[in-house]
Structure formats: structure tokens, C-alpha cells
């Protein structure tokens, strides 16, 4: 037995359906848009930032954005194209005011994300889980020390897996652009954790 609508429903709306509601000032439509991407926007901006108060308070200001942008809005991309080009805009005027952000696990704030390619964890030793537990915080230490644009495509292509197209409208550039912000992090990274890597 599927969950397919019944002849007489009605499909819910997309989110451009929803915003465009939301431009004709209807509240129940932007409660739905909220609902929907809040803990996106939340996850994106912790990762960005290194922590999840100031996420929560971001990812208000983005939405406060949302709204106050709502009379402007032209469907020309992705509702979520558009909506993380408003994220990119408030988190890099963060991390410009701060001096440096505070470090956390990347995915400390993360419940759903499972870890990858790691037993048990009480089959693990105290020694296996003290490096590991080193290792992250140096890959966390590395991703925070990059540009805010390259910092921004890292989080989006590794934690959002967002296409570079959509990357490129997110950061306001080209796919070749894109992929050279992602070669360099990814040499940069590299180069600051050999020392974890091994020859």
C-alpha cells in the first residue's frame, strides 16, 4: 500500500509554490518553508561557524532575510540555490567580524550523520579513540583556517553534496571557479594533515 495522494488531495507545494506565497504576505506558507529547511541552514551555518547557538541565531537572521526579501523574490534558480545565497552572504559577514571562530567536530552538531568507515565504538581502544578524536580536531582546525569562500565549497560539496553548478550560484561565480576553490582547499588540507596521512 503506497501514500500517494488520493485523486481529491492535493500534492503539497513545492518550494517555490511556498515562496511565492510568502511574497504575497502568507505567513502559514513561510512557516512551511522554515519548517522544511531550518535544520539545513542550522547544519550549514555550524559547520561554517563552530557552533550551534550562533547557528541557531544565524539561521534566524536568514530567515528574518527571507522574509523581509520575500516582496523581491524571482524564481529564476533553486528555492534552495537562492536560500543558501543568503546563508553564504550572513555567515561570511560572521566570520568577517570574528578574529577566528571557535573549533568543534564537524559533525558534532550532527545526529543523523553516522560515522563512516568506523567499527563500534566500544569495540574501539582508548588509544584508536584518542586519535581519531585528534585527527578530527585537526581536520576541523584545517577546514576553519581556509578562506571563507573556500571554506564555504568545501562545506557545501563535502556535507551538503551539492553539484558545483549549484555551488557556483551559491558563491556568485563559474564551475571552473568552483573546482579550483575546491582543488586548492583540498591541497591546502592536505599539506596542513600529513602528518596524519602517512608518507
Keep these: 500500500m503506497t501514500d500517494a495522494p488520493r485523486p481529491d488531495?492535493?500534492?503539497?507545494?513545492?518550494?517555490?509554490?511556498?515562496?511565492?506565497?510568502?511574497k504575497r504576505g502568507d505567513e502559514r506558507a513561510f512557516e512551511s518553508l522554515v519548517e522544511r529547511h531550518q535544520h539545513r541552514i542550522v547544519g550549514t551555518v555550524a559547520k561554517m561557524l563552530g557552533g550551534e547557538a550562533d547557528a541557531e541565531d544565524i539561521a534566524q537572521q536568514v530567515?528574518?532575510?527571507?522574509?523581509?526579501?520575500?516582496?523581491?523574490?524571482n524564481p529564476s534558480a533553486k528555492f534552495t540555490t537562492w536560500l543558501l545565497t543568503i546563508?553564504?552572504?550572513?555567515v561570511f559577514n560572521e566570520m568577517r567580524r570574528r578574529r577566528r571562530a571557535p573549533l568543534v567536530p564537524l559533525d558534532a552538531d550532527d545526529p543523523d550523520r553516522a560515522p563512516r568507515g568506523h567499527p563500534d565504538a566500544s569495540a574501539r581502544s582508548a588509544s584508536e579513540e584518542a586519535a581519531e578524536?585528534?585527527?578530527?580536531?585537526?581536520?576541523?582546525?584545517?577546514?576553519?583556517?581556509l578562506p571563507e569562500a573556500q571554506r564555504m565549497a568545501v562545506v557545501l560539496r563535502r556535507f551538503e553534496e551539492m553539484p558545483y553548478e549549484d555551488i557556483a550560484k551559491v558563491l556568485g561565480t563559474t564551475v571552473p571557479a568552483v573546482k579550483s576553490l575546491l582543488f586548492r582547499a583540498r591541497a591546502d588540507l592536505k599539506d596542513r594533515l600529513k602528518s596524519f596521512l602517512g608518507p
Design 133 to 145: 578524536a585528534e585527527l578530527q580536531e585537526a581536520i576541523t582546525r584545517a577546514i576553519a583556517s
Design 63 to 73: 530567515f528574518i532575510r527571507v522574509w523581509q526579501s520575500a516582496p523581491r523574490y
Design 9 to 22: 488531495e492535493e500534492a503539497p507545494p513545492d518550494d517555490i509554490a511556498l515562496m511565492l506565497a510568502v
Design 87 to 90: 546563508t553564504r552572504n550572513l
